[in-house]
């Protein structure tokens, strides 16, 4: 049973920046694709970033080139860079993962965008 491990979430003031990172307790070979997505209070969740084995990479329409998801395979580990950040950004931050064919999900960490 493979473990996700996300940290960095937290709270930030409007048009600051966090770094959220997603470790996996599995080797990268065994990774199809990893990223993020989120969950916004009373909405359903949705796509963040995600990056599969191959480097190719799909963004959320509302990121507009605010994030940047990043890999870092020695440490079977995604970052999520998110800068310029919005209240309507607020949300439960998600990540998720197939490995070996199955889907994994992290159990979430808050952030939180306010003045």
């Known amino acids: 049973q493979a473990q996700l491990v996300e940290s960095g979430g937290g709270v930030v003031q409007p048009g600051g920046s966090l770094r959220l990172s997603c470790a996996a307790s599995?080797?990268?070979?065994?990774?199809?694709?990893m990223g993020w997505y989120r969950q916004p209070p009373g909405k359903q969740r949705e796509l963040v970033a995600i990056?599969?084995?191959?480097?190719?990479?799909n963004y959320g329409d509302f990121v507009k080139g605010r994030f940047n998801i990043s890999r870092e395979n020695a440490a079977n580990t995604v970052h999520l860079q998110m800068t310029n950040l919005k209240p309507e950004d607020t949300a439960v931050y998600y990540c998720?993962?197939?490995?070996?064919?199955?889907?994994?999900w992290g159990q979430g960490t808050q952030v939180t965008v306010s003045s």
């Open positions: 990056i599969s084995n191959t480097g190719s990479i």
């Open positions: 599995e080797s990268s070979s065994s990774i199809n694709f």
């Open positions: 998720h993962a197939q490995i070996r064919w199955i889907n994994y």
